[in-house]
C-alpha cells in the first residue's frame, strides 16, 4: 500500500501521482487534501506518517508533496519510525531505499514535474535496502528518536 498525501501547494502533483500508480495497478490510499485550498501540511505528514508506522507490510511507504518538499520532509521525521527522504532526482530516491532505507517520499509540487515525480517513485520502488553497513547507521538513528531532552 502507498498512503499519499499532500498540501494545496502539492495538490496537483499528488494527483499526477495517483494517475501514474493506477496505470501501474498499484493500491494507493488518499489522505489529503483533496483542493487547491489552503491547508497546513503538518497534518497530512502526520496522517501519513502514522499510517507507514501502522502499516506491517514493509513494501508499503508514504509519498508526501507540499510545495518544495522540505515542511512535509520535517514534520514526518518527528514521528518516531519514520525516515522520510526529500529527493530530486532518480539517484537520491535510489539510495533513499537502499542506504537509509526511507519510508516516506517527500516531494515539491514547484520543483517536481510529473514525469519526474514518476521516474523519481519507479526508481525508489525498484530498489531494496542493502542492509549491512547501513544497519547500524538506522540504529543510531533509532536510538536518536529516544533521546529525551
Do not use: Q, W
Not at 510529473?114 to 536510538?143: C, L, Q, V, W
Request: hydrophobic share 35%; proline share 1%; net charge negative.
Amino acid at each position: 500500500m502507498i498512503f499519499l498525501g499532500s498540501d494545496h501547494a502539492g495538490f496537483e502533483l499528488k494527483e499526477s501521482i495517483k494517475d501514474h500508480l493506477e496505470k501501474k495497478g498499484l493500491k494507493y490510499l488518499d489522505l489529503g487534501t483533496d483542493s487547491l485550498k489552503s491547508v497546513d501540511y503538518p497534518d497530512y505528514a502526520l496522517k501519513v506518517a502514522e499510517k507507514v508506522i501502522g502499516e506491517k507490510d514493509e513494501n508499503s511507504f508514504g509519498i508526501l508533496v507540499c510545495g518544495t518538499g522540505i515542511g512535509m520532509e520535517i514534520a514526518a521525521n518527528k514521528v518516531n519510525g519514520i525516515r522520510a527522504a526529500l529527493v530530486h532526482d532518480e539517484y537520491t530516491a535510489e539510495v533513499a531505499k537502499e542506504h537509509n532505507n526511507a519510508n516516506i517520499l517527500t516531494l515539491g509540487g514547484r520543483t517536481t514535474t510529473p514525469t519526474e515525480a514518476s521516474r523519481y517513485i519507479d526508481k525508489f520502488m525498484s530498489s531494496k535496502y542493502e542492509e549491512g553497513r547501513h544497519e547500524n547507521r538506522i540504529s543510531k538513528i533509532s536510538g536518536i528518536e529516544k533521546l529525551k531532552y
